[in-house]
Every structure is written in structure tokens, then in C-alpha cells.
């Protein structure tokens, strides 16, 4: 199972981005999906996270600025990211808790991408 994570970059505060993060491989199905940031010098730490595409959890500190959805058909999620502060700059990754088969279910993580928020 691949974690692929597409969409960061750089943007000024108050600003917009999409993240997305395909699922490919061997997938029974997915439990759990969300999204990690590690900031320089920093634990990494939880953003959001979707359980079986309806049940979400944010960070107090992303609350109300960031959305956690998921395309179950295409094994994909996402994450909106709106008003943007410095504050969220952190290499976000995505992890998810993927079933190979109806017993055998591993912990992936992605890659990182990239977010740098300017002030």
C-alpha cells in the first residue's frame, strides 16, 4: 500500500490550500485517514482525521479553518485548508490504517508535503 500526498506549497497568510492523498495497492478497505504536520523542531501532531468516510476529529487550532473529507470510491482524502497562518507551516503527512484483506490491517504513512505559510 502507497500513500501518495500532493498539494502544499507556499502561500501568504490568510490564503488557501488543498491537500489530497491517494491510496493505491493491495486495499480491503481503509478504517481511518488523516492528517499529520510536523513543524521544525516540533512533535508531529494531529490535524484531522475521518474514520469510514463520516466520523471527523480536528485540532483545537485548526478548528473551523480546515476541512477533512474523503472519496471513498477513489481511496482518496482531502484536506482544505483555509485562512492560513504561519503558524500551520509544518510538512503535512497523510496516514491511514488500510485493511489488506477482512483481518490483516497495517498503519501507512506518506511521504510529507510541504506548507509554508508567509506572513
Known amino acids: 500500500v502507497q500513500l501518495v500526498e500532493s498539494g502544499g506549497g507556499l502561500v501568504q497568510a490568510g490564503g488557501s490550500l488543498r491537500l489530497s492523498c491517494a491510496a493505491s495497492g493491495r486495499i480491503f478497505s481503509i478504517n481511518t485517514m488523516g492528517w499529520y504536520r510536523q513543524a521544525p523542531g516540533k512533535q508531529r501532531e494531529l490535524v484531522a482525521v475521518?474514520?469510514?468516510?463520516?466520523?471527523?476529529n480536528y485540532a483545537d487550532s485548526v478548528k473551523g479553518r480546515f476541512t477533512i473529507s474523503g472519496d471513498n470510491a477513489k481511496n482518496t482524502m482531502y484536506l482544505q485548508m483555509n485562512s492560513l497562518e504561519p503558524e500551520d507551516t509544518a510538512v503535512y503527512y497523510c496516514n491511514a490504517q488500510v485493511f489488506e484483506d477482512w483481518r490483516t490491517g497495517n498503519n501507512y504513512w506518506g511521504q510529507g508535503t510541504q506548507v509554508t505559510v508567509s506572513s
Open positions: 475521518v474514520t469510514r468516510g463520516t466520523n471527523t
